[in-house]
């Protein structure tokens, strides 16, 4: 991932996501789809031809601008012997990356649901590598801290949102303790916190199509 190739990211008023510089987009089973110099993706939820845009948002009435955040912004610390890990709910993406990675410390069945004492450091650092969105860190020196693992710089999750990684985007995320060289970006079109997603496509279980 070089420096000087900078993509960016705009997300157009009541349209698409649209993409400049873009080097690698990776599909829902991990497949390389072409790449444009400027390239609209869809965050309507509605195109028929995913994650690319048809143009679906002028008549199914997306609205850019509505939504309600599904989780609250706030930071929540888990502290353990070891690491104090970091959550933001409001930007989570239900990615699971954490779940997949170290079942142990991130688990929703028990309360907490992280519960840092009952994984290795590294284990730890793993998951915040891999959290996409940026909602998970760790407590370093009273700051929150994320880390970054190396990945395609866009990601299409199936029925969930883009994974983007190191681009410049037009809408500051609003999410506290939030980091710009990660984020997630909602396609479903229901997120109350576009361009971000809240996780709200898991929670009404938007199915992608692709
Ligand atoms: S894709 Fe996550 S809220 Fe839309």
Redesign the pocket.
């Known amino acids: 991932m070089g420096e000087d190739s900078k993509i960016t990211i705009a997300a157009r008023e009541n349209g698409p996501l649209v993409v400049k510089g873009l080097d690698t987009l990776k599909g829902p089973d991990g497949q390389a789809l072409e790449v444009k110099p400027v390239m609209a993706l869809c965050?309507c939820?509605g195109s028929k031809t995913k994650p690319f845009c048809d143009g679906s948002h002028k008549t199914n009435g997306f609205d850019s601008s509505s939504g309600t955040p599904?989780g609250r912004n706030r930071v929540i610390d888990y502290e353990g012997a070891e690491a104090t890990v970091t959550f933001n709910p409001m930007v989570c993406?239900?990615a699971a990356e954490c779940a997949r990675i170290a079942p142990a410390v991130f688990n929703s069945a028990e309360r907490p649901w992280v519960q840092p004492d009952k994984g290795s450091r590294a284990e730890i650092e793993e998951v915040i590598a891999h959290c996409p969105s940026g909602a998970l860190g760790l407590r370093l020196d009273g700051k929150v801290t994320h880390l970054v693992a190396d990945r395609a710089r866009i990601e299409v999750?199936r029925d969930?949102?883009?994974m983007v990684h190191d681009a410049d985007i037009s809408v500051p995320n609003p999410g506290e303790a939030t980091t710009p060289r990660k984020f997630?970006?909602?396609?479903?079109?229901?997120?109350?916190i576009?361009p971000?997603?809240?996780?709200?496509?898991?929670?009404?279980g938007?199915k992608s199509g692709d």
């Open positions: 965050r939820g599904a993406a239900h999750m969930g949102p883009y997630v970006l909602c396609r479903c079109g229901k997120s109350g576009k971000y997603c809240d996780g709200t496509h898991k929670d009404q938007w």
